[in-house]
């Protein structure tokens, strides 16, 4: 079946289901609860080993810790990680179990795994990263290989004014995935560093506060490279293809920088790589951190597909995507995993 008919075929499903989150949930490009809270803002200062004083702030959810603005993740809900494994397995046994794929599944870790053990973070509320990573990669193991990214990233890999990681650590990140693919390969690519400031999720809140000026400043920076010059890329919005970017430089300048990466999160989106290392196929089920590491996987993988389970119903993948010796990558960060019921 021709892939624009596959797709026009859907268009209620995209249409449906972004509906239906958008009543229930709040845009994804934050990755957080939504939960208010009207707690007043609190600032501290405690004295670290060398006798520098560090801020410590906190609104509600949002903190500030050092020189890094985050947010509170939610107690951890049992139901969501359920929930997260229950559609994972789903989605083996509908399109893979009677395939030969290699499948593997990684949890993208918040920053507040590395802000917890900071010596001026003793107040701050902390989920249950281990939990959550057990109960996850356990539920997943008959049919996913569990890669570990916690040990390969530290605080210094995410911005200081957003959730997500800077794309400086990708390449490491890629290549521990392309491991566990059984590819052996380091993917190396050229980081170039624009001159646009990096406006994060939580430069709006921090400067509505006056607590902008306690956090580290941010640079925006992508890849460049002979692979990624000819990568095309075909976004599906509502169902209609349309021609699409890896690096978009209009939102660069808007109010969350980090929609600059694949123009932000879209329901399906198909990178194809011409100078590709292989003619093999990766699917991703994704969130919105695999927008600015999954042009590295285009030195590779030929075909990239990017599947956002907020925006499209895992229902009806098989309408439009042959998973026919494809790899599949599951990467999702714990913000996600902790409120999976966006994804259906």
Same mark, same amino acid.
């Given at each position: ?24 949930? !709040?845009?994804? /490009? +934050? !990755? ?12 501290? !200062? ?13 609104? @509600?959810? #949002?903190?500030?810790?050092? =020189?890094?603005? =985050?947010?509170?993740? =939610? ?35 918040? +920053? ?19 939990? &959550?990573?057990?109960?996850?990669? $356990? @539920? ?15 605080? =210094?890999?995410?911005?200081?004014? /957003? ?18 693919? @059984?590819? $052996? ?10 001159? !646009? ?12 506060? @006056? %607590? ?7 640079? &925006?920076?992508?890849?460049? /490279? ?5 990568? #095309? ?37 198909? &990178? ?14 994704? /969130?919105? *951190? ?35 010796? %494809?790899?599949?990558? *599951? &990467? ?13």
């Amino acid at each position: 079946m021709n892939n624009k008919n596959r797709l026009y075929k859907v268009l209620p499903y995209f249409i449906g289901v972004s509906l239906l989150l958008g009543c229930t949930a !709040e845009k994804p /490009d +934050k !990755e957080s609860d939504g939960e208010s809270n009207q707690t007043q803002p609190v600032i501290h !200062e405690t004295t670290v080993e060398t006798d520098e004083a560090v801020p410590t702030y906190r609104n @509600g959810d #949002t903190i500030v810790i050092g =020189s890094h603005a =985050s947010e509170v993740l =939610s107690p951890l809900r049992e139901p969501m990680l359920d929930w997260t494994v229950s559609l994972m397995q789903s989605i083996y046994d509908t399109y893979l179990s009677n395939g030969t794929h290699q499948v593997v599944l990684s949890i993208v870790p918040d +920053k507040n795994v590395y802000l917890q053990n900071e010596p001026h973070a003793a107040d701050i509320p902390f989920a249950e990263y281990d939990h &959550l990573v057990s109960k996850v990669r $356990d @539920g997943c193991a008959e049919f996913a290989n569990y890669v570990d990214l916690f040990s390969v990233l530290s605080l =210094s890999d995410y911005y200081y004014t /957003d959730i997500h990681w800077k794309p400086s650590c990708l390449p490491r990140v890629a290549s521990r995935i392309c491991d566990a693919f @059984g590819i $052996d390969a380091e993917i190396k690519s050229t980081e170039v560093v624009s001159n !646009e400031s990096f406006v994060g999720t939580y430069t709006a809140a921090l400067t509505e506060s @006056g %607590q902008l000026d306690i956090v580290g400043t941010d640079t &925006l920076s992508y890849f460049e /490279d002979d692979v990624l010059s000819h990568v #095309t890329v075909t976004d599906y919005k509502d169902g209609t293809p349309s021609d699409g970017v890896l690096y978009n430089p209009e939102t660069a300048k808007k109010e969350k920088s980090y929609d600059f990466y694949l123009s932000g999160s879209i329901p399906l989106q198909v &990178l194809h790589s011409p100078n590709a290392a292989t003619e093999k196929s990766l699917v991703i089920f994704r /969130d919105s *951190f695999a927008s600015s590491l999954a042009p590295l996987f285009c030195h590779i993988y030929q075909t990239v597909t990017l599947v956002d389970l907020r925006y499209i119903s895992s229902a009806v993948l098989g309408d439009y995507i042959d998973f026919t010796d %494809q790899d599949i990558l *599951f &990467l999702y960060s714990t913000h996600i995993i902790n409120r999976s019921m966006v994804m259906k």
